[in-house]
T-cell receptor, first 110, second 116 residues
């Protein structure tokens, strides 16, 4: 079963705009990760946020985590056409299985 | 190699045949995962190997699916008597152990299976 659910499932924006994707999960977590998948490729790890963190930045990425609402958001600022991909949140890891959400398909229009 | 390697990259088979998909994880990675991704969908967890522990097989959809990991390295996912609904991309990922490397999964490019 899928632990996380991303929304929106699809998002289309113009280059230069910001893209925000949300993830909700069901059980308690130690951390939450975001991954990116280019069409027809494997997933690539973007960023991890621990359960005791509320916000984390990496380059143009900003991730927030609200454990009381069991939700996380991924913000990509100043989007580029190359950011076009699917984005997944994932929970678990360590000695537990890692489960992924259904993903948000982002299209950035040049 | 430097990354996770999966083979074959593409496999077309007839309904009822058995298939084997192979995953070579990054050298030294103790954890290995298999996922299934149907067209345009999310990742469905199948099975998880961690070191010498018993694997977590809770995601295997039926007894036609099995996986093994030999010598703590290479893994093979076997699907017996394939059905058309088995058509999907099968993704393998591995993970290191130890502080600072305990969480991130490294994925292969996947094996695309088409059952006719």
């Amino acid at each position: 079963s899928q632990q996380g659910e991303e929304d929106p499932q699809a998002l289309s924006i113009q280059e230069g705009e910001n893209a925000t994707m949300n993830c909700s999960y069901k059980t308690s977590i130690n951390n939450l990760q975001w991954y990116r998948q280019n069409s027809g490729r494997g997933l690539v790890h973007l960023i991890l946020i621990r359960s005791n963190e509320r916000e984390k930045h990496s380059g143009r990425l900003r991730v927030t985590l609200d454990t009381s609402k069991k939700s996380s958001s991924l913000l990509i600022t100043a989007s580029r056409a190359a950011d076009t991909a699917s984005y997944f949140c994932a929970t678990g890891g360590g000695y537990q299985k890692v489960t992924f959400g259904i993903g948000t398909k982002l299209q950035v229009i040049p | 190699g430097a990354g996770v390697s999966q083979s074959p990259s593409n496999k077309v088979t007839e309904k009822g045949k058995d298939v084997e998909l192979r995953c070579d994880p990054i050298s030294g990675h103790t954890a290995l995962y298999w996922y299934r991704q149907s067209l345009g969908q999310g990742l469905e967890f199948l099975i998880y190997f961690q070191g010498n522990s018993a694997p977590d097989k809770s995601g295997l959809p039926s007894d036609r699916f099995s996986a093994e990991r030999t010598g703590g390295s290479v893994s093979t996912l076997t699907i017996q008597r394939t059905q058309q609904e088995d058509s999907a991309v099968y993704l393998c990922a591995s993970r290191a152990s130890g502080q600072g490397a305990f969480w991130e999964l490294f994925f292969g490019e996947g094996s695309r299976l088409t059952v006719l």
